[in-house]
């Protein structure tokens, strides 16, 4: 256009009139142009991009709304950006409650460890052998338990018994308490009239009474004068039950009825809250509860009613982690045995657990001369030998030498060997 307004401009010599009504024109309709070209692209802007006047929005192909189509997708999906940016809803509470949990929150809580409860009703086997399940045979530990120690373990039920007898007893005048190793005492004086004793789950009350007296009575008493430290109180009750609790009261009237000890009343106390739950390793380091023997072997009839913990079976082996976990360092020192032979302090070497199981087979007896022909680096001129742990241990090892780590003594018996120290003179 704007080159035929300068021909046309150019061309005025020759008609000049129709030259400049063609120019005007020509100029005229630049100006539309310009003005409805200006006028779009100011619309353009002010409008939301990548729609169209008067025109429904374009669809948006599946792959770049709801990223890949997979094979069973056959038409595209249509999405607005706005409906593409929510997330996915949950279909019930439930899941909406289980995604907003942090990942420890859900986590399976039968893995946790669960105290025992204190106010349980239920008895407590008392722990007088923990046995360890290796991998060819059984480690057991004898332990030794107070009458404290029983209390804190026993049933809640128990303990009531305990708190209520212990309560009637020293309601009489010039009644003593003194609790030892086996039992709780209560003395006149000097002289012995009432103890408290756990035997196996029963609270057991002995009195100076004669069980001969009650035969035929409700109360079912047991002569216990057989045995020397019950001479002074031979009549002994059971508390098994609610009822026989109720009896023991009479009973203890039995007792001071013609005496100098008199009844007063007073104020029960709860002796049962000073003995709230505790597991056996805590009482080991109370000083509660003693070790009394550790040692290896299967475990014969008798002992069935014994209570037992048993650790998992192991075919792969013992490492030094699970033995410092299962064992404590005074069950591995009751489980060492002394050896006939003299220990000879001289030129010293050690030798790690795991080099002993892969030198020497299953149930093999183990020395310092047959290390010195097995191992080929051990030294030769070595004549004391100290087993140190590492690795894990899954052969029965019989194993002699002139000292140990204790955690190498954990890894040799829970693998079902025998650890024997030479003697030192």
Same mark, same amino acid.
């Given at each position: 256009?704007?080159f035929l307004?300068a021909?046309?401009?150019s061309?005025?010599a020759?008609?000049?009139?129709?030259c400049?009504v063609?120019?005007?024109?020509?100029?005229?309709?630049?100006?539309v142009?310009?003005?409805?070209?200006?006028?779009?692209?100011?619309?353009?802007?002010?409008?939301?991009e990548?729609?169209?006047?008067?025109?429904?929005?374009e669809?948006?192909?599946a792959?770049?709304?709801?990223?890949p189509?997979?094979e069973?997708a056959?038409e595209?999906?249509?999405?607005?950006?706005e409906?593409?940016?929510q997330?996915?809803?949950?279909e =019930?509470?439930?899941?909406?409650k289980t995604e907003?949990r942090p990942?420890?929150?859900v986590q399976? =809580?039968?893995?946790r460890?669960?105290?025992a409860?204190?106010?349980?009703?239920e008895?407590?086997p008392?722990a007088?052998?923990?046995?360890?399940?290796s991998?060819?045979?059984?480690?057991?530990v004898?332990y030794?338990?107070?009458f404290?120690?029983?209390?804190?373990?026993?049933s809640q039920?128990n303990?009531?018994y305990?708190?209520?007898?212990?309560n009637?007893?020293?309601r009489?005048?010039r009644?003593?308490?003194?609790t030892?190793?086996r039992?709780?005492?209560f003395?006149?004086g000097?002289a012995?009239v009432a103890?408290?004793?756990?035997?196996?789950k =029963?609270?057991?009350?002995?009195l100076a009474?004669d069980?001969?007296?009650y035969?035929e009575?409700?109360?079912?008493v047991?002569?216990?004068s057989d045995?020397?430290?019950?001479a002074?109180v031979?009549?002994?009750?059971r508390?098994?039950?609610?009822?026989?609790a109720?009896?023991?009261p009479d009973?203890?009237?039995?007792l001071?009825?013609d005496?100098e000890?008199t009844?007063r009343?007073?104020e029960p106390?709860?002796?049962?809250?000073q003995?709230?739950?505790?597991?056996?390793?805590?009482?080991v380091e109370?000083e509660l509860v003693?070790i009394?023997e550790?040692r290896?072997?299967t475990?014969s009839?008798?002992?069935?009613?014994?209570y037992?913990e048993e650790?998992?079976?192991?075919?792969?082996?013992v490492?030094v982690d699970e033995?410092e976990?299962?064992m404590?360092?005074?069950?591995a020192e009751k489980l060492v045995?002394?050896s006939?032979?003299v220990?000879m302090h001289?030129?010293?070497t050690?030798?790690n657990v795991?080099?002993l199981?892969?030198?020497?087979?299953?149930g093999e007896?183990?020395?310092?001369?047959d290390?010195?022909?097995?191992i080929?680096f051990?030294?030769k001129?070595a004549t004391?030998v100290?087993?140190?742990?590492?690795g894990r241990?899954?052969?029965s090892?019989?194993?002699e030498?002139?000292?140990?780590?204790?955690a190498a003594v954990k890894?040799i018996?829970?693998?079902?060997?025998?650890v024997y120290?030479?003697r030192?003179?």
């Open positions: 256009m704007y307004s021909f046309l401009v061309g005025g020759i008609v000049p009139e129709i400049s063609a120019a005007a024109v020509c100029a005229a309709i630049c100006c142009i310009s003005l409805v070209l200006i006028f779009r692209r100011n619309k353009a802007k002010q409008e939301p990548g729609d169209s006047i008067g025109s429904e929005p669809p948006v192909p792959e770049e709304a709801a990223g189509v997979t069973a056959e595209p999906v249509c999405e607005t950006e409906q593409s940016a997330q996915p809803v949950p =019930t509470e439930a899941e909406r907003d990942v420890e929150a399976n =809580t039968a893995e460890p669960i105290a409860p204190e106010t349980s009703d008895p407590i008392e007088a052998k923990v046995v360890f399940v991998a060819n045979r059984l480690v057991s004898r030794d338990k107070s404290t120690a029983k209390l804190i373990q026993t039920t303990k009531e305990y708190s209520a007898i212990k009637e007893l020293l009489y005048r009644v003593k308490a003194r030892s190793w039992q709780e005492s003395r006149v000097r012995l103890k408290l004793e756990m035997r196996g =029963t609270l057991c009350l002995y009474l069980p001969a007296r035969a009575s409700k109360y079912l047991e002569d216990a045995t020397k430290k019950n002074a031979p009549c002994m009750y508390i098994k039950n609610d009822r026989r109720r009896y023991a009973l203890i009237a039995d001071f009825r005496t000890s009844y009343e007073s106390i709860d002796y049962a809250a003995f709230p739950y505790d597991d056996t390793m805590h009482l109370r003693k009394v550790a290896t072997g475990v009839d008798e002992d069935d009613e014994e037992y650790s998992e079976v192991r075919d792969n082996g490492s033995a976990r299962e404590r360092d005074e069950e045995r002394e006939g032979n220990s001289g030129r010293q050690i030798v795991d080099t199981g892969e030198y020497f087979s299953e007896t183990v020395t310092l001369e290390m010195k022909e097995r080929p051990l030294n001129s004391y100290k087993v140190l742990a590492r241990l899954g052969k090892l019989v194993v030498a002139d000292d140990y780590s204790l890894m018996v829970l693998a079902g060997g025998t120290r030479k030192t003179d």
